[in-house]
């Protein structure tokens, strides 16, 4: 079972984007979710992840306060609202479920990933 990422775009620098990461299936709503990206040429990194019960939220350095990762797990939702992109925030933005309840940075924890979604951020 994939989870749906989208809501991605364009967007100038500075500027925002709000995507989404929805599971049809309300199957992760005991797990962590997180967000990876993977930059044009590059690996796919963190970016950030939250627990089950909207708690213990982390974040790569580079986007702390700038981005906000939040969930409603009422509508199978997870978010990643984006303010203050810069250029090197282009990437394709994937979301996956945790085998935990909470979020964690490791990549090797996480299952069900997404197709993902573009955001493209110009200078």
């Known amino acids: 079972v994939q989870l749906q990422a989208f809501g991605g775009g364009t967007a100038q620098a500075g500027g925002s984007l709000r995507i989404s990461c929805t599971d049809p299936?309300?199957?992760?709503?005991?797990?962590?979710v997180g967000w990876f990206r993977q930059p044009p040429g590059k690996e796919r990194e963190f970016v950030a992840s939250?627990?089950?019960?909207?708690?213990?939220?982390y974040y790569t350095d580079a986007v702390k306060g700038r981005f906000t990762i939040s969930r409603d797990n009422a509508k199978n939702t997870v978010y990643l609202q984006m303010n203050s992109l810069n250029p090197e925030d282009t990437a394709i933005y994937y979301c996956?479920?945790?085998?935990?309840?909470?979020?964690?940075?490791?990549?090797?924890?996480?299952?069900?990933w997404g197709q993902g979604t573009e955001v493209t951020v110009s200078s």
């Open positions: 939250i627990g089950w019960n909207g708690r213990y939220t």
């Open positions: 996956a479920k945790n085998i935990r309840a909470v979020g964690s940075t490791n990549r090797a924890e996480y299952r069900n």
């Open positions: 299936w309300g199957t992760f709503n005991n797990n962590g």
